[in-house]
């Protein structure tokens, strides 16, 4: 039995003594040793092995493994530009402090750089976005030690954010594994912060933004601070408290209006988790007195993108001297939301009303989550979203990676382009598992959000199509047909209810999706008030 082979089997073991349940394979040679050893583990019943053939989608289904979970999840790859694919999995991870271990494995320190196939420079490859990255020593014929494995897993998991291990390995790199012991998981020791207390006031607000799925205990505490306060919650999508007690309906749309603004100016605005997905809600949080924040996971960047904060704290703080004032709750009373008849709002209004609290829904941070806070109304389904970067890249295989460890139903609401890139994320072997997943995908030719932007005021309309817009004119029912997934076209909001119902609540187990034809967006619509933020 070689060195590699040995060393394989010990970082397996090591990842399932940090904690780690789900590992991501994509195949490889250099990464055979990690590879087959998980595949034993697996068949041990030790754990649960997933396989992809595209590296970035790989990173990204570790990546909703987690987020679902709220358990580190490990991705492993060969060597080479496989590695520099997982990039875009690392930063989501790093900006939303989610538990990612990556595992890359190399050639010896003395065969690089030598011009050898398949090879570039891997050590700290991720820059700043690893919480922890370390070049492993090469595993050598005695003993080798897998203790720094288990180390950065619970690093990880205790810091909320991805590590980077990088595995020399020398050949030969396949034998007989050897039986992997699977340790009972550590837990992360997690230090409990005791709350600060502040003066408060009768016109305070409550602004929650990017909450882990799983963190009802602090979703509960926001509601109890607020009810006790008399204080509005304002509720973006991914908080999970859309239709909860206590959240104004469509507050957040309610606040591109600037005449609302003016009425609501709070003295004092609490903020908690990531916020900012629309102008008038930037706008709103500089007009407040006082502004506070609480950063919910410890090493993402600061949640306050406006600097406006007096103090970013660890956990809810207490007020003090808070009297209730009857005619602000009055200030902050809404019509219900209503949607469209049929367009992007009437989709993720229908997709709210069809799913249960014991469902998941993944939603795209662009255009999808702005509407879906705006119309959602009553109890709805657990919310996820990449809000780390805000990008689109990965949702397919992100969604993926959620609905296999959510114990109920997982939707995914996606645009027509953040479904064309991931694609790759449907290219799942024919031996893994196909979870209770529904992509349901708004069609409307291009990249619709631009429009709402200054780019998309008809001063530009020379150039807007070409460089913003990108109409793909594709079938998409027919690309989701060739991978393999049951496509039902619709083109009314009553056509798109049916598609999402259940007869008899059956389990709807198996890949899925739904495409939303919507009418083409418009190129040429002046940017309005309530336009997401640029970068």
């Not at 034998?175 to 409990?192: I, N, Q, S, T």
């Not at 909001?493 to 598609?499: E, N, V």
Request: net charge negative.
């Amino acid at each position: 039995m070689t060195a590699s082979v040995r060393a394989g089997a010990a970082v397996v073991a090591a990842l399932r003594a940090g904690g780690v349940q789900h590992i991501v394979v994509a195949p490889g040679s250099r990464s055979a040793p990690v590879a087959r050893a998980a595949a034993a583990a697996e068949a041990a019943g030790d754990l649960d092995l997933h396989v992809r053939l595209d590296e970035r989608s790989a990173g990204f289904l570790a990546l909703g493994l987690a987020k679902a979970s709220g358990s580190p999840a490990a991705v492993v790859c060969t060597s080479g530009t496989a590695v520099a694919n997982l990039f875009p999995a690392v930063v989501e991870a790093r900006c939303a402090g989610v538990p990612l271990v990556v595992i890359t494995t190399d050639r010896p320190p003395d065969r690089r750089g030598r011009g050898a196939p398949q090879t570039i420079d891997q050590v700290d490859i991720f820059g700043r976005y690893p919480l922890l990255s370390v070049d492993l020593p090469l595993p050598l014929d005695d003993d080798w030690s897998a203790a720094a494995v288990t180390d950065f897993t619970l690093a990880a998991s205790r810091m909320r954010g991805p590590v980077h291990l990088n595995l020399p390995l020398r050949p030969p790199l396949v034998g007989p594994v050897p039986e992997v012991v699977a340790p009972v998981p550590k837990a992360a020791d997690l230090d409990a912060v005791p709350p600060v207390e502040l003066p408060g006031a009768a016109r305070g607000a409550v602004l929650v933004g990017d909450l882990d799925v799983r963190d009802d205990e602090l979703r509960a505490a926001v509601l109890a601070l607020a009810s006790d306060h008399g204080w509005p919650v304002i509720a973006e999508a991914s908080s999970g408290l859309l239709g909860a007690p206590g959240v104004v309906d469509g507050s957040t749309a309610a606040l591109s209006d600037p005449a609302f603004r003016t009425r609501v100016v709070p003295d004092l605005l609490l903020t908690v988790g990531p916020f900012g997905l629309t102008r008038g809600v930037m706008a709103w949080v500089t007009s407040a007195k006082r502004h506070v924040s609480v950063r919910v996971r410890p090493r993402t960047d600061p949640p306050d993108p406006l600097d406006t904060a007096e103090a970013i704290l660890p956990t809810l703080p207490r007020f003090s001297g808070v009297r209730r004032d009857p005619d602000w709750s009055v200030a902050w009373e809404l019509p219900l939301p209503v949607a469209s008849e049929w367009g992007l709002d009437r989709v993720a209004a229908e997709v709210w009303a069809a799913l249960t609290p014991d469902d998941l829904l993944l939603v795209a941070a662009s255009r999808s989550i702005r509407e879906l806070a705006a119309v959602a109304t009553g109890s709805g389904p657990r919310v996820i979203a990449n809000r780390g970067a805000n990008g689109i890249d990965g949702l397919v295989s992100t969604a993926w990676g959620a609905a296999d460890v959510w114990p109920g139903r997982t939707v995914a609401l996606l645009g027509d382009l953040a479904l064309l890139h991931d694609t790759n994320g449907l290219l799942v072997p024919t031996t893994e598992r196909r979870p209770d997943l529904t992509y349901v995908v708004a069609d409307d030719n291009g990249g619709g959000i631009f429009s709402t932007l200054e780019q998309g005021d008809p001063r530009y309309s020379d150039t807007f199509d070409r460089v913003f817009g990108t109409p793909h004119d594709r079938d998409l029912a027919a690309l989701l047909e060739l991978h393999g997934v049951p496509t039902t076209r619709v083109a009314d909001a009553t056509a798109l209810a049916r598609a999402l119902r259940r007869p008899g609540g059956s389990s709807g187990a198996g890949v899925a999706a739904v495409l939303a034809e919507l009418p083409p967006r418009s190129t040429l619509t002046p940017p309005g008030p309530d336009s997401p933020p640029t970068t």
